[in-house]
């Protein structure tokens, strides 16, 4: 009985996917082209989610433009470069690394780097004031002066 349960729930908790059986195509090679580029393109409105994992009609009208390119003989590229043009970029995934999207792929490593020279400039700052040693009197003078203000 627990096999049973664990079963069902198993089959719950898997992904859904979308796609619906009148847009599955009939040649699995080219099915399967078309599944493996739909891992990468975004729906719009879903934004988390990809393309044959979104019940979005938009998403639907994607699926089947994509499955139309590639039944029309058109690369991997060539598909998908047909939908960015109509949709935009940002419905890749993973975007580019030219124009404006560099900053996406540069700013990580830059802020990183940022961080980490901010951080070694503090230690280092931190240690060379330990170093400098106990007060003067003068200073412990000018100190008890101060704190009693």
């Not at 664990?6 to 090679?29: H, K, N, R, T, Y």
């Not at 433009?65 to 590639?70: D, G, K, M, S």
């Not at 060379?128 to 100190?143: C, D, M, T, V, Y």
């Amino acid at each position: 009985m627990r096999q049973l349960v664990l079963l069902v729930f198993l089959a719950f908790a898997s992904p859904a996917l979308a796609v619906q059986p009148g847009e599955v195509l009939a040649d699995p090679a080219l099915e399967a082209r078309a599944r493996a580029l739909s891992e990468g393109l975004r729906c719009p409105v879903c934004q988390g989610e990809t393309i044959d994992e979104s019940n979005a009609p938009i998403a639907r009208d994607m699926r089947l433009v994509l499955r139309e390119r590639l039944v029309a003989g058109d690369s991997d590229e060539a598909a998908v470069a047909y939908l960015t043009d109509r949709y935009g970029e940002f419905i890749l995934f993973r975007p580019r690394a030219t124009g404006a999207n560099l900053v996406l792929w540069l700013a990580p490593p830059f802020l990183l780097l940022s961080a980490l020279a901010g951080a070694g400039l503090y230690v280092r700052r931190s240690r060379a004031a330990e170093r400098s040693g106990p007060l003067s009197e003068a200073e412990e003078a000018r100190l008890a002066e101060i704190l009693k203000d």
